[in-house]
């Protein structure tokens, strides 16, 4: 796990609270799935991006380093993607370091 983005948004006006973005080299809910054995046999893992990661929001486990991890998010293939959903997920804006 890769901690690739840290951000920190206001709730409800006055506290701030963290957020970050995640780079897995696995499809999190898939293996997840399959672990559990509800996985179809059609089911397929998203790909992950050149670098070999996919990229996920974390709200409630932000900044922790400890393994394993439970994101906040499906799997995204760019950086990018996930920080679109972590901001489209909160009511103002996140400010990213």
Do not use: C, K
């Not at 995640?22 to 559990?36: I, P, Q, T």
């Amino acid at each position: 796990m890769l901690i690739v983005a840290r951000g920190r948004w206001t709730y409800d006006g006055v506290r701030e609270l963290p957020v970050d973005i995640v780079g897995l080299d696995h499809d999190f809910w898939f293996e997840l799935d399959r672990a559990d054995g509800v996985a179809g046999p059609d089911d397929r893992p998203r790909q992950p991006d050149a670098p070999g990661l996919l990229y996920y929001v974390r709200f409630r486990h932000a900044g922790e380093t400890s393994t394993p991890t439970w994101p906040d998010s499906a799997g995204y293939p760019t950086v990018e993607e996930a920080r679109r959903a972590a901001e489209s997920r909160v009511p103002g804006a996140i400010v990213w370091a």
